[in-house]
């Protein structure tokens, strides 16, 4: 299996646990050890994702698509790393404790890995509908979907949860088209008179 193949399996990974995340958040499923353990891998399956369509697309994205992808990954990688902290830190932290933790540096980089995430996923996105490699309604709903996504701290929960669904459907969307790019032999066709060889 390519590495495209590979990434857009994880795209597909992440849209179903973005999905499960709002579903579970949104008191349509339990809050279980399970449901738990696997909320922060969307983000890492994700930053998985956004590497394989950036490959897809470099060619065509130029310097912005190297900008928006390298913010767009620090931004994913950042916010795997909130969720963990999340799930797997402050529930064994008290109240007062997470609350100081919040109030100071830790509060501030979680701010921080929001803008970078935010001015990420909008810089990439906007190289990867000039790239012409993706379909334009699935990189929207991505951009739209992910921006109430970096700002939950500060905007209501619906909003944030809509916007976790919205962003997920773009992610699949984007990963099958990244999935149908690979070609006969290997080859992953970027365009209808011009296959290239994957590089990885």
Not at 186 to 197: F, I, K, T
Request: proline residues 4%; charged residues 10%; hydrophobic residues 60%.
């Amino acid at each position: 299996m390519s590495v495209h193949r590979v990434a857009a399996a994880a795209g597909f990974l992440c849209a179903v646990l973005l999905v499960v995340n709002s579903a579970r958040r949104a008191g349509l499923l339990p809050e279980t050890a399970l449901t738990h353990a696997i909320a922060p891998f969307a983000a890492l399956a994700g930053l998985l994702a956004i590497t394989g369509i950036y490959l897809l697309i470099r060619g065509t994205a130029g310097a912005l698509g190297l900008v928006g992808y390298v913010l767009n990954s620090a931004g994913l990688a950042g916010a795997f790393a909130i969720e963990y902290t999340l799930h797997f830190v402050f529930p064994y932290l008290g109240g007062g404790t997470v609350s100081g933790l919040l109030a100071g540096g830790t509060g501030r980089a979680f701010l921080v890995t929001s803008i970078v995430l935010l001015v990420g996923v909008l810089t990439f996105s906007a190289a990867a509908v000039r790239s012409g490699m993706l379909p334009v309604v699935a990189v929207l709903l991505y951009a739209g979907g992910m921006v109430p996504g970096a700002l939950r701290s500060v905007v209501p929960l619906p909003v944030y949860l809509g916007g976790l669904v919205v962003a997920g459907i773009g992610v699949a969307w984007m990963a099958a088209r990244l999935w149908a790019a690979e070609g006969v032999d290997g080859e992953v066709v970027v365009s209808a008179r011009r296959p290239v060889r994957p590089t990885g």
